[in-house]
């Protein structure tokens, strides 16, 4: 059996558990880069950086909105509406609300639907991964926008370094950026517990441990 990280959970402990909590940097690349996100503050952010992240939000929910007429997403409206949820955030389109997961889930696919969403050579489709998750938790746990702005920033950022060591490696196999790094930007939200939700998804699959690989090898340099 291999070695437990010491900055792991206790065997048996599930990672979702609120009680565990890591309270210092991580030595290891997920680690290093959660720790970044999570100490993220809007006193951080130069002014240029705000105004240009308040209009991508403003930018990815007018593509939400369209994508709401759009026929190739009806049927995932629909699953969504079909399966109760705590009304926890807002559906777009309407005003209904379903759990923030659901929520995030429909508004990303509406935010992506017709392609009109921002995109970035290295980082893919930041805003229809980072900011449908972002405002879900936002409204769910009552944030207000300096601390939706800083979420916002902090998973385009993760999205970004992560494509810049593997967006190369994913086109030349005919990978989809957008779906293999969206999971880590969206992540940034979520509280405490992003790293180790960070350490878990690099260890999930070869195809996340090449991430992984990629990464230490870029922040070495």
Wanted: aromatic share 4%.
């Amino acid at each position: 059996m291999g070695t437990q990280h010491p900055s792991s959970p206790p065997p048996g402990q599930a990672i979702s558990d609120a009680t565990y909590r890591c309270s210092r940097p991580l030595p290891w690349v997920a680690g290093r880069l959660a720790s970044w996100a999570n100490g993220l503050r809007f006193e951080d952010l130069p002014t240029e950086v705000v105004e240009r992240t308040e209009q991508l939000i403003l930018d990815q929910l007018g593509v939400q909105v369209l994508g709401t007429i759009l026929p190739n997403v009806q049927p995932v409206r629909q699953l969504a509406a079909s399966v109760a949820g705590a009304p926890e955030s807002t559906v777009t389109g309407g005003d209904r609300k379903t759990s923030a997961a659901q929520a995030a889930y429909v508004n990303g696919t509406l935010g992506h639907s017709c392609e009109y969403d921002d995109a970035h050579a290295v980082a893919w489709h930041t805003s229809s991964a980072v900011v449908p998750a972002a405002l879900a938790l936002a409204e769910r746990d009552g944030a207000d926008g300096r601390e939706l702005v800083p979420a916002v920033v902090a998973g385009a950022q993760v999205m970004a370094l992560l494509g810049a060591a593997t967006t190369g490696g994913m086109v030349a196999t005919g990978g989809h950026g957008s779906k293999v790094l969206g999971v880590f930007s969206a992540t940034p939200g979520d509280d405490g517990r992003l790293r180790v939700h960070l350490g878990q998804l690099c260890r999930r699959s070869s195809l996340l441990e090449a991430v992984r690989d990629a990464l230490i090898a870029l922040l070495a340099a």
